[in-house]
């Protein structure tokens, strides 16, 4: 008798243990499978976006002046590292303004940084007060961008302007060494003549050249990356262009409105290009890192719907996905100038857009697109998160990829995209640059002079 109550037992705790086994096993159990990777947070996912972002102008700038390298490849660290550029120094003084606000660096470290900036762009080449594109950050000799171009570029100049306004404000009520710093960059901005690049017409060229002159011959019309151009020109107490540069100029007498839409979102201005899904995202990006189209509007255009429509239209193309690409949609979407995968599978460079599509995303067109796509920016910046050990390298996520083609990665950087990213982030989190740009007394000057609502 007693033995076969100790069978029964026995039989009766291997029942019971099976049963906890395959209850276990089971996909309802009650153990949940456990998460290889810890969440983040929107919040704590555009931290880590602006401050890995932000080494690019602070651990990887150029080491003599301070100044934005023009590129930077971790894999080839000297290259090209005198080549400084004006606009993504522009970009960089912005930047550095978030890395003070975001305690990246010290107030004290952020000011040393822009003293030097400003120096080296005070002893620069200047061509009518405009700075060349590309700079000699030993030197600050004029480096030729390309054929007839070893002079100002305006439009560069207009980027780096941007940033040199933000340094005024910023500083402009500080302690004495502040004050002295947000002088300097005053009176570096407001020695641009901008009306000398007007060659006496109603339009602005892009190019001057002591040893070429006009020759580029590159008129600056269209909507494009160049608005910000004219709303300085205007701007300027001493080189002020008229009005009619403007409407004639950027806007060809009222040619530049568009009546096309795409996926149900009007274009509202024609852009250059000529294509009706909307150029590259940087032209929604580079003009406004400190102009703000919350509720700027003239006679052409509602620059906000602009450039939510251009961002939204973008979007929904990559998730149509007409080539059929691997990733396109909701989560990987963006389409700029970026470095590109060649049809050779080698590294080159495109403007990239509905009309130019390679299959390659640039995180920038997302990122730089959060204040008019929060939602929709977040959920890119959360794919290359999960993605990160491919895309984020020791600058912020790398500059292009392409999942269609074996997961191509560009491992490589560029000043005018990275700047865009931590500016525009910080703008849909505080309006930091946009507050600060807007506020500015001859900014107000300008738009006032060329019938902006703002």
């Keep these: 008798m007693d033995n076969v109550k100790i069978l029964l037992l026995v039989l009766f705790v291997t029942i019971l243990s099976c049963s906890k086994n395959t209850q276990n096993n089971s996909p309802t159990g009650d153990l949940p499978d456990p998460d290889p990777e810890p969440k983040i947070t929107n919040e ?46 522009g970009f960089g003084l912005m930047s550095i303004l978030v890395a003070i606000e975001r305690g990246f660096i010290t107030r004290a470290q952020g000011v040393e940084r822009l003293t030097k900036i400003l120096a080296f762009l005070e002893n620069a080449d200047r061509f009518h007060g405009a700075w060349s594109h590309w700079i000699d950050g030993n030197s600050g000799r004029v480096i030729p961008f390309s054929a007839n171009d070893d002079g100002g570029d305006l439009v560069e100049t207009a980027f780096l302007v941007q940033g040199l306004i933000c340094i005024k404000e910023y500083l ?33 060229y892009w190019h001057w050249s002591p040893n070429f002159g006009f020759e580029k ?42 009546s096309s839409s795409q996926y149900g979102f009007p274009l509202v201005l024609k852009h250059a290009g000529g294509s009706n899904f909307g150029g590259p995202l940087f032209f929604s990006h580079y003009s406004f890192l400190g102009l703000n189209p919350k509720n700027l509007s003239d006679q052409y255009a509602n620059y906000w719907n602009l450039v939510v429509n251009h961002t939204k239209i973008n979007r929904q193309y990559c998730i149509t996905n007409p080539k059929s690409y691997t990733d396109y949609g909701p989560d990987c979407w963006g389409l700029t ?7 050779d599978g080698a590294r080159g460079y495109s403007a990239h857009s509905p009309s130019n599509d390679k299959g390659v995303v640039s995180p920038t067109a997302a990122i730089s697109s959060i204040p008019y796509t929060p939602s929709e920016s977040l959920k890119v910046m959360h794919y290359l998160y999960q993605n ?13 990829f ?17 700047g865009p990213q931590i500016v525009m982030i910080e703008n849909h989190r505080t309006g930091l640059l946009w507050n600060l740009f807007m506020q500015n007394e001859d900014v107000k000057k300008g738009l006032n002079k060329l019938g902006f609502n703002y």
């Design 44 to 89: 704590e996912l555009m931290d880590l976006t602006q401050q890995t972002t932000f080494k690019y102008f602070w651990d990887f700038a150029n080491a003599n002046s301070g100044a934005a390298k023009e590129r930077y490849h971790p894999n080839e660290p000297t290259l090209n590292q005198n080549v400084v550029t004006s606009g993504g120094t």
């Design 172 to 204: 402009k009520n500080c302690s004495d060494t502040e004050k002295a710093l947000a002088t300097k960059a005053d009176t570096l901005w407001k020695g641009v003549e901008w009306n000398w690049y007007t060659q006496n017409q109603d339009v602005l």
């Design 217 to 258: 011959n590159l008129k600056l019309t269209g909507y494009n990356e160049v608005l910000i151009t004219y709303i300085l020109g205007a701007a300027s107490p001493d080189y002020s262009i008229t009005k009619g540069a403007y409407e004639k100029g950027w806007a060809s007498s009222g040619g530049i409105v568009s």
């Design 337 to 343: 100038a970026s470095y590109s995968r060649n049809t």
């Design 388 to 400: 990160k050990d491919k895309l984020l390298g020791p600058a912020g996520f790398y500059d292009a």
């Design 402 to 418: 392409s999942p269609h083609f074996n997961y191509w990665v560009t491992e490589t950087y560029l000043a005018i995209d990275q």
